[in-house]
């Protein structure tokens, strides 16, 4: 490896051991930092923790309490914030739909730190200055919008900032800029497919080479998918607003797994249930320490989301552990009819199947005492045109998969294809109609 291909190779190259002499040493400061906030000082000495000496090793992370999302929506607005208002150059929320958002204050240094980690992630792909890079993340408060475009400034690529929706403009500009990058949704990713089918725009006018996916969970064989379909490389960027934004974990150009940049995060994966830390390659919930935050310190924060850390070191030379897809929420578990199912493992399977669309939802409904999966499958436009026995072969298929794969048994839809609701952002894929008692 040369240094060309890192971003920063002292530190993305570092050895294990100094890497974690370096986490200790931004632990202990951001414990200090957050120590002289209204929120962690009580917590912490209740705790057993007066101040940095109380953390001699990275293992006393663990006396650490977690904090919780409710946590962050009690602060609700300013009630994390440990710098005076007037050193906050920006504010950003996460994009819950529902209940009171988590506010996330930042200095002009916690800025940099972002974007800088960004940039690190897309030199990572093998991205930089003779890349045109369309950006179609929503901007606002949402971080995946302005998160990527500093980052891709940064590195110096050519930045087209559209923003989501629009999707036909969004092609034309594909088109007429020679766009080679594109920051999206995988769901939207593959609207956006469908769309170009009916634009009169052809694949071969367009330059595209990758795009970055993330924000919402999509599993392997929809990656395989959209490669296939769109012919480009795709890397998946996970990142959570709580924790700035996309640049959190972001895969290489090996694609298999994205690096955590450790050097500003700590992670922990744990057992939901008792809370224990668990080994590299179990999974579990992702619990996070931002270890260079100076407007909102946040300090072992449990995302819900759950992963593993792959156990092999990766192939570029990156130190930095990769974490896996993330396979489900512990909050987005549905129980039907007693038995418990991630929307992933649907998707797992539906994804797999070549006649399967672009677009699918997972509706559950009521029936008598009994709760009702349906499955709703847009269908391939070569599969539409075919013949009927055809689709009815399809649709056996599908359930007898999904039968295998959830234990119970769903009723499958198809649909035409572009029938389902799309949405240009993070997709909501479970309508849950059941009444809650
Ligand atoms: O979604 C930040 C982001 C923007 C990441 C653009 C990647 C690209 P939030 O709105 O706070 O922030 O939502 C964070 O989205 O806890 C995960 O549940 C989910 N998520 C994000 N990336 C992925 C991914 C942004 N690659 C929440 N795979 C997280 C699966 C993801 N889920």
């Not at 998918?225 to 700035?244: A, T």
């Not at 009815?392 to 649909?415: F, Q, Y």
Request: charged content about 25%; some cysteine; overall charge neutral.
């Amino acid at each position: 490896m040369s240094s060309h291909d890192f971003w920063d190779k002292d530190v993305e190259s570092l050895d294990r051991k100094p890497l974690q002499a370096l986490q200790l040493q931004r632990l202990r400061q951001v414990v200090d930092h957050a120590m002289r906030t209204r929120f962690y000082e009580p917590r912490l000495k209740k705790a057993g923790i007066f101040s940095s000496a109380d953390i001699r090793t990275l293992d006393d992370i663990q006396k650490i309490p977690f904090t919780t999302k409710d946590d962050l929506r009690e602060c609700y607005p300013n009630g994390l914030l440990s710098v005076p208002m007037n050193r906050v150059v920006r504010i950003h929320t996460s994009s819950g739909t529902t209940g009171i958002p988590t506010v996330i204050h930042h200095t002009q240094q916690d800025l940099d730190v972002w974007t800088n980690l960004v940039a690190r992630s897309i030199h990572a792909t093998g991205s930089g200055k003779n890349d045109i890079f369309q950006n179609m993340m929503t901007y606002g408060m949402f971080t995946g919008g302005l998160g990527l475009h500093y980052g891709a400034e940064r590195v110096g690529m050519t930045v087209i900032p559209m923003g989501g929706g629009n999707t036909k403009r969004q092609l034309q500009i594909m088109k007429d800029f020679g766009t080679t990058v594109l920051h999206i949704t995988p769901s939207y990713m593959l609207h956006v497919l469908s769309v170009m089918e009916e634009s009169g725009i052809l694949r071969e006018e367009l330059g595209l080479k990758k795009a970055y996916l993330g924000a919402e969970p999509y599993s392997e064989d929809t990656r395989r998918k959209i490669e296939r379909l769109w012919q480009i490389d795709v890397y998946n960027s996970y990142g959570l607003s709580e924790m700035n934004g996309p640049g959190v974990a972001f895969e290489c150009i090996e694609k298999s797994g994205m690096h955590v940049w450790e050097d500003v995060y700590h992670v922990d994966v744990i057992d939901p249930e008792t809370q224990r830390s668990l080994p590299d390659g179990t999974e579990g919930e992702l619990v996070f320490t931002n270890l260079l935050r100076e407007a909102t310190p946040l300090l072992r924060y449990r995302t819900r989301d759950i992963a593993s850390f792959l156990p092999t070191p990766c192939a570029c030379g990156r130190s930095h552990r990769r974490l896996s897809r993330i396979t489900g929420r512990t909050d987005d578990m549905l129980i039907i009819n007693g038995v418990n199912i991630y929307p992933s493992q649907i998707e797992n399977v539906i994804m797999r199947i070549p006649e399967v669309g672009n677009n699918y939802q997972i509706h559950l409904e009521k029936t008598g005492a009994l709760d009702r999966l349906i499955v709703k499958v847009e269908i391939s436009s070569a599969m539409f045109i075919g013949d009927l026995k055809q689709i009815d072969n399809l649709k056996e298929l599908i359930k007898d998969n999904l039968k295998a794969s959830i234990i119970i048994n769903p009723s499958v839809e198809l649909h035409e294809p572009g029938s389902l609701p799309v949405f240009e952002g993070k997709a909501k894929r479970v309508v849950d109609n059941r009444t809650r008692i």
